[in-house]
């Protein structure tokens, strides 16, 4: 999954960062030291934000991951449990997926997967 950042969130960075270093070269009026320290810190503290949002990003990827797995799970589980049969066709009226009662009280147990979903039941879709 391609990582992206908020806009608004890489503008305000970079907004701090360019204010932070503006105020270190005013500073370097008034004294070199304070003005080169205060560069530093200002590139210091990009780099712990850079790294702080590259790193909170990287995990809510994954816990975003994390979710839609187990929401996906869930689903499955849910479909496969329900007390009536179920069944799912494409768009070409074939069988793509059915749950346990259906295989059991509409098609006999016999094999649906890829068959003619009009051919099996005689209901006009159109």
């Known amino acids: 999954m391609k990582k992206k950042y908020p ?11 360019l204010l932070s270093f503006l105020t270190a070269v005013m500073l370097t009026q008034y004294s070199f030291v304070c003005g080169m320290v205060a560069m530093a810190a200002s590139a210091v503290l990009l780099a712990v934000v850079l790294v702080f949002i590259m790193h909170s990003s990287s995990n809510t990827m994954k816990l975003v991951s994390s979710m839609n797995q187990h929401l996906e799970n869930a689903t499955s589980e849910y479909m496969n449990s329900l007390p009536s049969p179920v069944a799912v066709i494409d768009s070409n009226n074939r069988f793509v997926w059915y749950n346990h009662m259906f295989s059991e009280k509409i098609c006999s147990d016999t094999d649906l997967y890829g068959l003619d979903f009009e051919g099996f039941v005689k209901i006009n879709l159109a």
């Open 7 to 17: 806009f608004a969130l890489v503008l305000f960075v970079f907004a701090m960062f």
